[in-house]
């Protein structure tokens, strides 16, 4: 008994070791033979798909039960055994030990989970959500096969609510079958969706579908809605409300690119009309929770587009794809700033030496024309004296004539000689006075930012033009010396530019509008755009971060953008804008508005011919009478005289 006691207690150690040993490394959960085939499948999946993609592989194993990590511990160490290709980051997620984070870029993911809870555990949606490139996960569900179609749901619909747009679930069945799931956001059925679509099958060789193993699920999108979060900005976008039907269309050059968008991935568009506020008003702000970005980061918006521009802020916040348009921002100013004044126009025709010169001979002529006294007689027969000074040779010089010859011969030369050599002079300066004053000459204009600050000159621009200005060097010192208008468009910017005459302001705009709005101006000459830009900006679609449509919105971009689409379209935006504008200001030339000038101009010119008119009557009468009472008082002095010496 001893004996087969002693002879049955080996064999139950031996037993009891084993059971330790299968409890332990769960090798057991089904045969070699299946571990090998679910193996071979994960190792095409790696070689033929992941390496394709990326030259590192991050494995996870994540689950809820402790057998099944092992289980997957000892299927990898198998696998990467065996397999020498690719660098593997190998992350382990277990109940039974301590979970530790490893933060950073997770680009292609195998992952190996029992669970949707399993999934949960990895975190990795927060390690990818703060980049914009696509990433792609291969998940790996080990469970039982009742729970597979309620886990399944639950992973994909993970996958569509963190924007996984290249997700795939691979389960392995009782009867070890191995097949690929994933879903498509848009099909012909439902629309922002994750409903589980078988895409592939291993036979124990290779995978059936010879189709990729990461679908393009955005070529088609069944005329699914997108919304597209926009803004009355023309021409960029200009909303226009029709009065028969009630609806507001939309035109311009970003909708023409978002219909062209919708053409190619066959997608509805849905506008979603936003009143813009000024930058302080919203969340970012502290301020209200309904603005632009505040709407992509809640994602109930798709897109958003209108001339919005790109900041560090919103890259930051936001997805956004290859810019579709940029421009520089230019300062602009009116030239009346510049005006010569009347005396520095009467001055301008000769340069400094000229005039020095000029004056030099007038001192001499003057000094050789001495003051040369006249008589005249009286109607008494009596003298006087006058003086006629050397102010004559002044008025020679601006070519008023003498009124009466100098008596003496020496002056009448120095007169004859000066009114002939101040003739050319005077020539030469009135046709260069007539023809400076003809072309509206002006003083040189500043040719940067710099200089227009250092001469006391103060910016007006939108909103978000002034905080993007902030972020420079030069004017983030002096803030006040930007001013923002509570307005959006840089047209209404220049035309406040327009309007305000009296103070040294310039505007802030896009280089684009500038040109726009000078060529629609009835005085596109009065204005003068700073040689050197102030900024350049960007601009492009916003979405929310990590969205999956980035990649195909970003493909599509780029490909007009090389043929030539976006350039022309965008001329074209422009050129209609102006053309309209033209036209609305050509019918205001006709007006009286337009003339009022001139009916002031000759109305003033008829009240002075009449106020000359009659002063001349006034000043003939006036000086008629003064002449009747001088005869009449010489005619009683006359009388006087005969009656003190009567004749003999």
Known sequence: MNSSSSSRNP??????????????????????????????????????????????????????HLGTAQWFEYMMNNLVDSWRMTAVQLLRFRPDSVHISVPGRKRVNLLLVDSYSGLQDTNITADNADFDDPDYYFIFLQTRDAFIPEELRLILNHCLANFWLHCNVMVQTAQVDVLVYTYYPYTAARC???HPVLVNRFDGRRWLTNSSMFPDKLRQMHGCPLTVLTWHLPPFVELVLDAASGLVRAKGFEIQLMRHLARQMNFSIELKNLALLRP???????GANDGPIERLLHRSANMSMGYFRKTARRNQLLTTPMSYYSANLVAVLQLERYRLGSLALLVFPFELPVWLLLLLALVIHMGLYLPCRRRRRNVLGGEREVNGGGLQILGLLLGAALARLPRAWRHRLIAAHWLWASIPLRISYQSLLFHLIRLQLYSTPSFSLDQLLAQGFQGICTANTRRLLLEMPQLAGSPDSIHALDTPSDWAVLEALQRNTKHKIFAVANQDVVLSFLH???HPKAYHVVRQPVNVEYTGIYMPKHSYLYEKVDETVRRLDAGGFIHAWRRASFMAHRREVLQQTSRRYINHAKLSGIYMVMAAMYTLAGLVFAGELLFRRWNWTGTLQCFLWTDRQAFVKIEAFPIQ
């Open 520 to 522: 629609s101006s009835s």
């Open 280 to 286: 302080e008003a919203y969340r970012l702000a502290d």
């Open 192 to 194: 922002q969706e994750a």
């Open 11 to 64: 064999g139950f150690g031996t037993s009891a070791i084993f059971s330790s040993y299968v409890e332990h490394s769960r090798i057991d959960m089904q045969g070699e033979d299946a571990n090998v085939y679910v193996a071979r499948a994960l190792r095409l999946v790696i070689e033929n798909v992941l390496a394709q993609l990326s030259a590192t592989l991050v494995v996870t194993i994540s689950t809820r």
